[in-house]
């Protein structure tokens, strides 16, 4: 029977695999379609069609560079940044006597990572031109599909909320996550705080690959509403992103057609006995 779950699990590793292959190859595929357009020639095609449909809305690639509407501070780092999420993790341990096969009595420590807190920069993200012309880039509930950058990961043994000096901001989205408290056993104790920040740096070279649209006399590029299609806000640039997707779509090919070959030999194994 285990052997049967473990075949029916890797051939589902295998099919999503297979499925990713497709949607690198799609990413691709619209990258390569779409040709580069300005931010004035965005503007032009979107006001064009305001009067015959205000909801216009056109799938568009646009390269710029990366600014915010007000000036954004990483809250752990203090970088001035166009962007940031950031997270904080609480991380302690605890001791517990247990039991093992031969009925002896021993200890084991287990260590826990609890979040505390998560947030991002409220400022809008800004694509701009060096002329000064702009687009707003969502990110309200969408940061996850940003990506971003890796520019701090470190471990502080001090509380960092002590005198709430992060509570500072108002300009931000936060969440604060409520702890249980210790998990049991004894020997309880917080060993320190592991904090996060994910970024996209101030002025950094910016990609954008998306459906655009005019709202309040501004354009802004979020999500396409058909499903299918990439969204794409990343530093890198355009030939860094086809060979990140291409080397995607090999390894997923790999990994997922050896997946679903280990899976089926596994199941035929399982079932004949």
């Not at 473990?6 to 590793?13: A, E, N, P, S, Y």
């Given at each position: 029977m285990p052997m049967i779950i473990?075949?029916?699990?890797?051939?589902?590793?295998g099919v999503y695999m297979l499925f990713q292959v497709k949607r690198s190859a799609g990413d691709a595929l619209e990258i390569q379609a779409q040709g580069t357009k300005t931010i004035p020639e965005v503007k032009e095609i979107l006001s064009a069609m305001a009067d015959v449909d205000p909801n216009y809305r056109e799938m568009v690639e646009v390269k710029g560079f990366a600014q915010a509407s007000q000036p954004v501070k990483a809250p752990y780092s203090g970088m001035q940044v166009a962007f940031y999420t950031a997270e904080t993790v609480q991380v302690s341990e605890t001791t517990e006597e247990y039991t093992d096969?031969?009925?002896?009595?021993?200890?084991?420590?287990?260590?826990?990572?609890?979040?505390?807190?998560?947030?991002e920069s409220g400022a809008q993200l800004l694509l701009k031109d060096n002329e000064g012309n702009e687009i707003v880039i969502e990110t309200n509930g969408i940061a996850n599909k940003l990506d971003l950058q890796k520019t701090l990961d470190r471990f502080e043994r001090d509380d960092p909320f002590r005198g709430d000096r992060y509570y500072q901001n108002s300009h931000r989205r936060y969440r604060h996550y409520d702890i249980a408290g210790p998990r049991g056993g004894y020997g309880y104790q917080v060993l320190g705080y592991k904090q996060v920040e994910?970024?996209?740096?101030?002025?950094?070279?910016l990609y954008a690959l998306g459906e655009a649209y005019m709202s309040g006399g501004k354009i802004f590029i979020g999500p396409p509403r058909d499903k299918s299609k990439p969204f794409i806000i990343t530093t890198k640039s355009e030939e860094q992103l086809l060979k990140s997707k291409n080397s995607s779509k090999i390894s997923s090919i790999a990994f997922g057609a050896i997946g679903f070959i280990v899976g089926i030999i596994l199941l035929i194994k399982g079932i004949i006995g």
């Open positions: 473990i075949g029916l699990v890797l051939i589902g590793v096969n031969d009925g002896n009595r021993r200890t084991r420590t287990n260590k826990h990572n609890d979040k505390l807190s998560e947030e994910n970024t996209i740096p101030l002025n950094a070279p």
